[in-house]
């Protein structure tokens, strides 16, 4: 009797592995696949964060290789190696996230200190130092992690970008030299282990106050809108913020990166003030961020939410 392609392989197979009735084991493989694929996807999305990472740093290799262009820019030779990776993220964002920023006209012209409620990822910063590089022509260098300058192939990154390990000495001479600066005070901690109800894990810190008063700059408070609904984190899992607090390794998984609604909302600036202290000037940054998440987040946070928000026609208002 004629057979199937597939029918006869599942003959073979039979016979070779010595398993009767294998359609039926492979028909609730094909179930089973069909009915994780949900979470498969959510844990492999973030890997796409990672991945647009990775082709950033091969674009500034790419760049750095083409040294004969060096002469053609007289501030510096990778600016324009800057501007084709955040081009990139700008791009991404647009299309991934939707991604807007609200608030531009509060940005001074000269140097500042932003200061930033951190998600799980740093996705949005990114965006948003791409829209600020196109749109004002102005570019943001960044404080991270002393994890960060350890990770495979990032340092080329880290040099291009002039990431700084936040050390007060080197965050006050930058911004004398009129760059602007931005850092999380949350840092780590808050982008693993906050969650859906936008807590500030801020602890004692008050070190970039005291960078802003030294530095007489102004700080700028930033949030983003649904940003612990892109990415999410097992950051409740006590275990894990055990050996984080003992190691200070980032072991907690992600999932998540959903095309979410990210809208970036920029605060009043806090002016330089030389009468505050930093323990100060550190509640009034927080109470700023505070005040634009009790704005512009509903709490809890929901991705399902988050997600219909790429469908409003209607501009929310600022």
């Known amino acids: 009797m004629p057979m199937s392609y597939l029918t006869c ?3 073979i197979l039979e016979g070779w592995t010595g398993v009767e009735h294998l359609d039926e084991y492979l028909s609730y493989l094909v179930y089973l696949t069909w009915l994780f694929a949900p979470l498969l996807v959510a844990f492999l999305l973030p890997a796409l964060i990672l991945i647009l990472v990775y082709v950033s740093i091969f674009i500034l290799h790419i760049y750095k290789l083409r040294t004969h262009l060096k002469e053609v820019y007289s501030n510096d030779f990778w600016d324009g190696a800057r501007l084709a990776v955040l081009t990139l993220w700008y791009v ?6 939707g991604y807007e920023v609200h608030g531009l006209e509060k940005i001074p012209d000269g140097p500042a200190l932003f200061i930033f409620y951190h998600g799980a990822t740093p996705i949005d910063f990114f965006y948003f130092v791409s829209v600020l590089l196109t749109k004002k022509k102005k570019f943001i260098h960044v404080v991270a992690d002393h994890f960060v300058f350890s990770l495979p192939g990032f340092k080329i990154v880290v040099d291009v970008f002039r990431t700084l390990p936040g050390s007060q000495e080197e965050c006050i001479k930058a911004l004398k ?6 850092i999380s005070p949350g ?5 693993l282990f906050a969650n859906e109800y936008y807590p500030i894990l801020w602890g004692n810190r008050k070190g970039f106050a005291q960078v802003a008063i030294d530095a007489k700059v102004p700080i700028i408070p930033l949030f983003t809108q649904n ?3 892109s990415v ?3 950051g409740g899992i006590k275990f894990l913020r055990w050996v984080y607090e003992k190691t200070r390794w980032p072991l907690v998984p992600l999932y998540g990166n959903f095309p979410v609604k990210l809208r970036t909302y920029i605060g009043d600036p806090i002016p330089y003030d030389p009468n505050v202290t930093a ?3 550190a509640e009034k940054a927080k109470n700023a961020i505070q005040c634009l998440i009790d704005k512009h987040q509903k709490i ?3 991705v399902f939410r988050a997600l219909m928000e790429r469908f409003e026609t209607q501009k929310k208002e600022d």
Do not use: Q
């Open 92 to 97: 991404h964002g647009r299309i991934w996230n």
């Open 9 to 11: 392989l599942l003959y």
């Open 279 to 281: 323990a100060e000037l």
């Open 300 to 302: 809890p946070g929901n």
């Open 187 to 191: 840092g780590v901690r808050e982008a």
């Open 232 to 234: 999410r984190t097992f």
């Open 227 to 229: 940003v612990r609904e």
């Open 177 to 182: 030299s009129g760059r602007s600066l931005a």
